[in-house]
């Protein structure tokens, strides 16, 4: 950005807008020239069609701490940090919705919903300060994916600032709505490429009158890997499940945490306890503080590879990443496997080697999600377009036509 | 009575000729008297199509898109001709491509719990075929023994056991569709979270105007290990209405929650379902899962029922009972014959807790306009049928109808709901889009219309306000249908 630019955007940009230390904004040793901080979203709107009109490139800021997360930005002019627009706006317990602005962060809303013996059941093992868009926009999930979802389950409403200066909404506050396109769904891990996300609803569930984790240790997954499709065949009262390896331990771990009421939660630990047995394993309960340590969300975490694949595919993920002498958590029965590193440990061509498995032995995907800036670029964060890449194409020319929305980040330089 | 719509284009004979030629000739269908069936769907829309073709396969749809695109035809897809909106009906004539033909369940992946289909392939058959094997397809339309996949996912159909399971899109992995200009894609595919854009989830309930699905891969759960059915008896729909709220608030998720109320209890007596004749409404309640669970469940129904003044609670004791409390809740809408020779089905949503006070803003509506009306609905979701009983012979009978439907819809958006649950918007409900969406909104629809290239090809004058080329549509379609036109 010329200095001219700069000065144009500063004199455009509303008189009121809080301006933020650029500094505390770098990323990847970039620091824009300019960071600001609306105060109400008509601010944000306006400082977006200013960016537009000369073409800007801004970066939509949660808490910061996915900003390693994509291709390495072509460009950085603006930080647009939005965790000013942080409010409630609406909460009644009884309909099971609520909606915020997304600068809010999700540990904010657990606590107000948990009030009300409530929660949003999307449980990233992200960190205190992770807002509600950055959630959004990395579409990030937890081991209770297994049985909710994700956070396209339960986003039933958003509202997106455009380049262009506009608020569009989609969906609404009710549970359920086929009026108009779908539009939300668009912006779920979108990495805010198409817009900036400004208000979400959510459908929201009960909180478990109980929650009980407990924990088996093997040396080999194989038992594991059954324990847990047979839990999720039966329907057992689970809500969270996963498969842990790491070198220090140098075994695998399945962790369960079972919920529901008392009998339901009983009947499922015998279940399992039978299962375990029939496997030649023993479950034991753990303190549920164990859902706080999983290796691939530790600040040691330098590389994390997150692989998308058939369920059934599982088990060859798990050993090529342990060849890899990585460490892993696995949600097998949703086909989702995360390995990670230090930085140096794992090379660009065994992770390429990796992604083909994943996408041959699994008919899925692998998205370095985690990584030093030249790993990402020799890896490719995303990896190959498909076939319907034209239509994303076609996606981002329509809603960011000047292309100033996070520029280069996304799948196939999007 | 077909009345077309809109004087249509007059079809070439060269354009029929190609579409024999790219599918077979007995599957293009161009003669009046063979186009009659094809004219209208669950609605009060009528409209012609000139042409209809009955394609097999994935290339045969692309290569009628094609031709219809060559000869500027628009295309208007068809599954079983179900839906409650008017999507499937020809608005402006053109080319209507029906994909009953295409049913075959292509491959169930047990392990994965995952199952490609054909667009034609009726809802209930895919649970009926994976039930060995201890799967199932969880959204279950009322509807299920005639609508097609194919229809439920361009409506994102929703179901009595979507309260706990979740809407068609929640079981879409991927799509292979057909663009305007014929090229064939894969969205999405056999896994979650694959990088890019969420294709998939925008093309579930875009009522066939983005592309047309040819084939769709859809998860499967495991059937539950059991399944209470509980039928609570009212003295009135509010009573009923605050035991859902309750229900809901007491931290229950039901799997089904659905009420029926007097005027449709009226409607089923012949059928023999077993619901009280004297109950002002009744809840049909279901809770599946562990044995365990579900007995804690149901116990916990039962208080809160009882609590609120259900004066009789029974509970399904076998499967065939089970079935039985279910005919009534499923065979209910077609049931209304019997009380009116017409009823005009309405789709609105609104929060839990405005379903007391929205209902009986409803029905003051009907008293208003002298009109009856019996409510049968997935009550869990705040999503109301509120079923307007008329005769159209009566002179005025359906401008009043329109007008007092108008209303309710009002009622449903003011109280902070939405024009439709699950039926979609299609002809009927376009112009009411603006009272939810602003016109920033609305742009920015259309311009994912736009990325897909769909332009008017695709189902034109649907799910938008209308436009230019479509005024005439509405008007006339209001005069154009006849007695059989209802659902
Ligand atoms: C008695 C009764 C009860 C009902 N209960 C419910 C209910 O509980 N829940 C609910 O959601 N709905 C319900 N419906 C409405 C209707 O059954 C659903 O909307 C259903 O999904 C329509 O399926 P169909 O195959 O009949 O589609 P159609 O009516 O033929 O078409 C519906 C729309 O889908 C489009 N379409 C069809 N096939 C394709 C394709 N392959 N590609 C692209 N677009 C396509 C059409 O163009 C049209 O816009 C009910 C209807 C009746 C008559």
């Known amino acids: 950005m010329t200095p001219d630019l700069r000065q144009a955007l500063r004199d455009a940009l509303p008189s009121t807008t809080q301006t933020a230390k650029a500094e505390d904004y770098g990323i990847e040793g970039m620091t824009p020239p300019i960071a600001v901080k609306p105060a109400s979203e008509e601010e944000l709107i306006e400082t977006l069609a200013a960016c537009n009109a000369a073409q800007a490139a801004v970066v939509p800021w949660g808490s910061g701490s996915q900003m390693h997360f994509g291709m390495p930005l ?28 997304v600068g809010m962060r999700l540990a904010g809303l657990e606590a107000i919903l948990g009030e009300n013996g409530q929660w949003l059941p999307l449980d990233p093992l992200v960190n205190e300060s992770a807002t509600i868009g950055g959630i959004l926009a990395t579409n990030a999930s937890g081991p209770g994916r297994v049985v909710y979802g ?33 539009l939300g769904k668009l912006h779920i891990g979108a990495l805010g490429t198409l817009g900036v996300i400004t208000r979400a609803s959510f459908k929201v569930a009960p909180l478990p009158e109980l929650m009980l984790t407990i924990a088996a240790a093997t040396p080999q997954p194989g038992a594991l890997i059954v324990i847990a499709r047979e839990a999720h065949r039966r329907g057992l009262a689970v809500n969270r499940l996963c498969l842990i390896w790491t070198q220090a331990a140098s075994g695998w771990q399945l962790l369960v945490r079972m919920a529901g009421g008392a009998s339901a939660v009983e009947t499922s630990r015998r279940q399992l306890n039978e299962l375990a047995v029939a496997n030649g394993v023993s479950l034991a309960p753990v303190d549920g503080s164990v859902w706080s340590r999983l290796p691939a969300f530790q600040p040691g975490a330098e590389i994390v590879a997150k692989a998308a694949v058939m369920p059934t595919a599982i088990s060859s993920i798990l050993e090529r ?21 230090q930085a140096g440990a794992v090379s660009s061509d065994d992770l390429k080697d990796l992604r083909r498995l994943c996408v041959q032995a699994g008919s899925g995907a692998l998205v370095l999600e985690k990584a030093p800036a030249e ?8 990896g190959q377009p498909r076939g319907d890449f034209s239509l994303m194409q076609g996606l981002k020319r329509q809603f960011d036509p000047e292309g100033i929305l996070n520029p280069g980040r996304f799948v196939g330089g999007i | 009575m077909a009345v077309q719509n809109q004087s249509p284009k007059v079809i070439p004979t060269a354009a029929i000729a190609e579409l024999c030629r790219a599918l077979a000739p007995d599957r293009v269908l161009f003669k009046p008297e063979d186009l009659v069936v094809f004219e209208y769907d669950g609605t009060i829309e009528r409209g012609q199509p000139q042409v209809v073709v009955l394609p097999d396969n994935t290339k045969e749809v692309a290569a009628a898109v094609r031709i219809a695109r060559r000869y500027d035809l628009p295309v208007v897809p068809r ?123 925008v093309v579930v309930g875009s009522e066939g105007t983005l592309c047309i699905v040819t084939k769709a891969l859809l998860r499967l759960l495991s059937l539950p290990q059991s399944t209470r059915t509980l039928l609570a008896v009212f003295d009135s729909v509010e009573a009923a209405t605050n035991a859902v709220s309750s229900i809901i608030g007491s931290g229950l998720v039901p799997a089904a929650l659905e009420m029926i109320d007097k005027e449709t209890i009226r409607a089923l007596t012949a059928l023999d379902v077993g619901y009280p004749a004297d109950a002002g409404a009744v809840l049909l309640i279901e809770v599946d899962g562990l044995k365990e669970a579900t007995s804690e469940d149901a116990a916990k129904v039962r208080r809160v029922c009882e609590q609120l003044g259900a004066g009789e609670i029974r509970e399904a004791t076998d499967p065939a009972d089970r079935e039985k409390l279910w005919a009534g809740r499923k065979a209910a809408i077609s049931a209304l014959g019997r009380l009116a020779p017409n009823y005009y089905v309405l789709d609105g949503v609104v929060p839990r807790t405005k379903l007391p006070a929205v209902m009986n803003a409803v029905m003051e509506v009907g008293a208003r306009y002298g009109l009856p009306i019996a409510n049968v609905f997935h009550a869990g979701d705040g999503n109301l049928h509120p079923n307007l009983l008329f005769d159209e012979r009566a002179p005025g009978a359906t401008a009043k109808v329109l007008a007092a439907g108008e209303e309710i819809m009002r009622i449903c958006v003011d109280a902070g709901g939405s024009i439709t649950g699950e039926h979609g918007v299609g002809l009927e409900k376009r112009d009411y889009l603006s ?26 004058c649907k799910a938008f306000p209308t436009s230019k080329g479509c005024g005439e549509v509405h008007s006339s379609a209001i005069q154009a249908f006849g007695a059989d036109a209802y659902v």
């Not at chain 2, 969406?437 to 897909?452: C, G, N, P, T, Y």
Request: net charge negative; charged share 20%; proline share 5%.
């Open chain 1, 74 to 101: 072509a460009r950085y002019d603006v930080a647009l940090d939005l965790t000013s627009l942080d409010g409630l706006l609406e909460y009644e317990p009884a309909d099971l919705t609520v909606s915020v602005q």
């Open chain 1, 150 to 182: 994700t956070a396209r389950d339960f986003l039933i409403g958003i509202a997106v600032a455009t380049p262009e200066g506009e608020t569009i909404r989609a969906g609404g506050r009710v549970v359920k709505n086929v009026a108009g396109y779908d």
């Open chain 1, 321 to 341: 990443l342990k060849a890899l002498n990585s460490a892993i958590v696995a949600y097998p029965t949703a086909g989702i496997v995360y390995g990670s590193w």
């Open chain 1, 375 to 382: 790993l990402r670029v020799a890896v490719d964060v995303w």
């Open chain 2, 79 to 201: 599954g079983a001709g179900t839906g409650l909106s008017g999507g499937a009906v020809a608005a402006v004539g053109g080319v209507l491509i029906a994909m009953t033909r295409m049913r075959r369940i292509l491959e169930v992946d047990v392990e994965n719990q995952t199952a490609l289909v054909e667009p034609g392939v009726v809802n209930l058959d895919l649970s009926k075929a994976v039930a060995k094997h201890g799967l199932y397809y969880a959204p279950d339309p009322s509807s299920q023994r005639a609508c097609t996949l194919g229809g439920n996912v361009a409506e994102n159909a929703g179901g009595p056991h979507c309260l706990a399971y979740g809407v068609t899109t929640n079981h879409v992995l991927g799509l292979e569709v057909v663009l305007a200009d014929g090229e064939v894609m894969w969205l999405g595919g056999p896994v979650r979270d694959l990088p890019g854009y969420d294709l998939p989830g």
């Open chain 2, 435 to 460: 009272w939810i969406f602003s016109e920033a909104d609305i742009h920015a629809m259309q311009r994912l219309k736009a990325v897909f290239g769909a332009g008017e090809h695709f189902n034109p």
